[in-house]
């Protein structure tokens, strides 16, 4: 079966730094990966995918997220954060055959 | 939250009642599913539906029962509601398949007491 690792709970990082948060996943075939955003009290919004094709995707409100196959992982990056960025990230992985994985999620504070 | 919505949005509840939280669409996407979400677990899905009346279970189904009568509606089901059940439930819809993005509606805090 499938399964995304998000292996920071929280990530800090100063405005006008660029942030990386990490995830790694695990499945049987070929993954399709996604990356989401919860800010409090709302549902989850969707900021890009992979689904094949170029490594490097580019997604919405500037971030973008490198899929490495051979370290099984899809760290999601953006070069300068804005604190508006301040939110929790969710990595998920399907594999075309089961259910939508999901991280446990990593909390983004970016500190003015 | 792209045509989405769920209700209620908030609900308590006592151990052993009966709960039903219903999710709407108006995008008429093909599949939709139920998720829980818990600290420290993500979200983790509940059933989900590849069309009316045709649906499965998922990670974690159990103590739960779901419905799709019409394109439009799916809902889920607690028949006697635990306190382990209390979450947040969002439901999502999708079109194609397992490459298609999923969206999310805003979520309903259910609380079992």
């Known amino acids: 079966a499938q399964s995304v690792a998000q292996p920071e709970d929280q990530v800090n990082v100063a405005e006008g730094n660029p942030l990386t948060v990490k995830c790694t996943y695990s499945v049987s075939g070929n993954p399709y990966l996604f990356w989401y955003v919860q800010y409090p009290n709302r549902g989850l919004q969707f900021l890009l995918k992979?689904?094949?094709?170029?490594?490097l995707v580019k997604g919405s409100y500037g971030f973008e997220a490198e899929f490495n196959k051979s370290q099984t992982s899809f760290h999601l990056k953006k070069p300068s954060a804005l604190v508006s960025d301040s939110a929790l990230y969710f990595c998920?992985?399907?594999?075309?055959?089961?259910?939508?994985?999901f991280g446990a999620g990593t909390r983004l504070t970016v500190k003015p | 939250d792209a045509g989405i919505t769920q209700s209620p949005r908030h609900k308590v509840t006592e151990t052993g009642t009966p709960v039903t939280l219903r999710c709407h669409q108006t995008e008429n996407h093909r599949y939709m599913y139920w998720y829980r979400q818990d600290p420290g677990h993500g979200l983790r899905l509940i059933h989900y539906s590849y069309g009316v009346k045709d649906t499965d279970k998922g990670e974690v189904s159990d103590g739960y029962s779901v419905s799709r009568s019409k394109t439009e509606d799916f809902l889920l089901t607690l028949e006697s509601a635990t306190s382990s059940q209390t979450s947040v439930y969002f439901c999502?819809?999708?079109?194609?398949?397992?490459?298609?993005?999923?969206?999310f509606g805003p979520g309903t805090r259910l609380t079992v007491l």
């Open positions: 998920a992985v399907r594999d075309g055959l089961g259910d939508m994985r």
């Open positions: 999502a819809i999708s079109d194609l398949g397992a490459g298609d993005t999923q969206y």
């Open positions: 992979y689904i094949t094709g170029d490594n």
